[in-house]
């Protein structure tokens, strides 16, 4: 296993890094991964982000970087723990249906509590956490986002396997070792904010979070592996839009805990002896239209009016997820068929192989495996996307595309409000910049990268 996540490390980042392309002592006794969830690598600048500019001018930056699809949050959380697609480690969306959690509904896995009755199966691959554990090492994670998404970074934590710092689960009974753990934690710092409502209050979890990291993490665990999921951008600009006030406010708080955290690491002696990789989970879009997919299907007849298990849906955004009781193929079909009519659908995946590479099992669709989201007992076996476009918003941001919606009807929105999960490259790209004396400086690679990139990229620099 960490042959072969090494092996496509180098394959991938040799261009970017230092040393050459087998194994040599690293020269950083900490590789930091820092998160920024839903930032655009368009909305890094010298004016708004200085330590971000600064870190990008320095090191080096993937220009052809991509989120995991579908682009949402606890997809690329799980991809940035275990270096691997949906199609391995089994979470194929923010909403996920495993009929042993329930049978008719796909959960909303940002609540921890529910991924915990899985027990060792909530991620079906081994990732960083693991690798390292067997090695003596530790990954701490320190998160300021859903419970759900910091439990994915590091599943089997729980059990020992990595820490993984969130104000919530010292309030969770069955969270194995990570109560205690947490518990601790929350002695010697104050509570943390309630995320969801005005912007300064996520803007201040985050803030919490970098606490957490700078006052006890760094100094007291003194871990050779740290993930700091930092929340925003993505609350307030899923709330205002991309380049409202609101997100460039919310932008700069990032910017300015980053900037106290390189502050904190020289203080420790560990600047010039820290690798530091700057990622985002995901891009974004603002929403010029909504579709409500269950009441369209259900009008076509294609799904019960009631709840049950014939037809389960599971949304992540921008992109929905269909389940069809016994994998009926003439349900699906017929499915398919009602979707490519519609001037709202966009990209449609069926299960492969069809008749031609890269073909979907219904004609007019991709394979689920060209996008590494089929084979596994949990995957769909339809998932469609909305059209995209490069239309600007009020603010002058470019990216637009439709979200779905549980309640009120399918149309045009004219409100500020922004998502992902599509295919668009506005949600697709996302920010990848690594700096750190492991790292060349001041370089531009164009050669393609992903987020299931940086588990085998540590493992290489370990």
Request: net charge negative; with cysteine; glycine share 8%.
């Amino acid at each position: 296993m960490i042959a072969a996540m090494c092996r496509l490390a180098l394959f991938i980042l040799a261009a970017s890094l230092s040393i050459p392309a087998w194994p040599q002592a690293p020269k950083a006794a900490l590789q930091l991964v820092l998160v920024l969830d839903g930032l655009r690598p368009d909305s890094i600048n010298a004016s708004d982000t200085p330590n971000l500019q600064r870190l990008k001018t320095e090191g080096v930056t993937f220009a052809n970087s991509h989120a995991v699809f579908p682009t949402v949050t606890r997809v690329n959380a799980t991809a940035i723990g275990s270096g691997s697609y949906p199609d391995r480690n089994g979470i194929m969306g923010n909403n996920v249906y495993i009929p042993a959690v329930d049978a008719k509904h796909a959960f909303n896995n940002d609540d921890a509590k529910l991924l915990l009755r899985l027990g060792d199966d909530i991620v079906t691959s081994p990732g960083l956490a693991e690798i390292l554990h067997g090695v003596g090492e530790r990954l701490v994670v320190v998160s300021s986002g859903s419970s759900g998404g910091a439990l994915l970074v590091a599943p089997r934590s729980p059990r020992g396997l990595g820490l993984v710092i969130h104000p919530a689960f010292h309030l969770f009974e069955d969270a194995g070792d990570l109560k205690e753990a947490n518990a601790t934690v929350m002695k010697r710092f104050d509570p943390a904010p309630k995320k969801g409502g005005a912007a300064d209050a996520n803007d201040a979890s985050v803030t919490w979070a970098i606490n957490v990291l700078d006052e006890y993490v760094l100094p007291v665990l003194k871990p050779r592996v740290v993930i700091s999921w930092m929340t925003e951008p993505d609350h307030t600009q899923h709330a205002h839009n991309l380049g409202s006030p609101q997100a460039i406010d919310s932008i700069r708080n990032d910017d300015a805990q980053i900037g106290r955290l390189l502050q904190k690491l020289e203080s420790l002696g560990l600047r010039d002896r820290t690798d530091i990789m700057v990622v985002s989970d995901h891009g974004f879009s603002h929403t010029v239209a909504n579709v409500n997919v269950a009441q369209s299907l259900k009008d076509a007849g294609l799904m019960p009016a009631e709840e049950s298990d014939e037809v389960v849906l599971a949304p992540s955004g921008q992109a929905m997820a269909v389940h069809v009781k016994g994998h009926d193929p003439k349900k699906i079909a017929a499915i398919v068929d009602f979707l490519q009519q519609q001037p709202w659908c966009g990209v449609i995946f069926t299960s492969g192989p069809g008749a031609a590479r890269h073909q979907g099992s219904v004609a007019g669709t991709f394979s689920l495996d060209y996008v590494h989201l089929g084979g596994h007992e949990r995957s769909p076996d339809v998932l469609f996307t909305f059209p995209w476009s490069s239309a600007r918003n009020r603010f002058g941001v470019r990216g637009s595309d439709s979200s779905i919606v549980a309640k009120g009807p399918t149309g045009p929105v004219n409100v500020d409000t922004a998502n992902h999960g599509g295919i668009g490259p506005w949600t697709v790209t996302n920010t990848m910049l690594a700096w750190g004396p492991d790292f060349k400086r001041g370089v531009v690679v164009r050669t393609p990268a992903a987020n299931v990139d940086i588990a085998p990229t540590i493992l290489h620099l370990l």
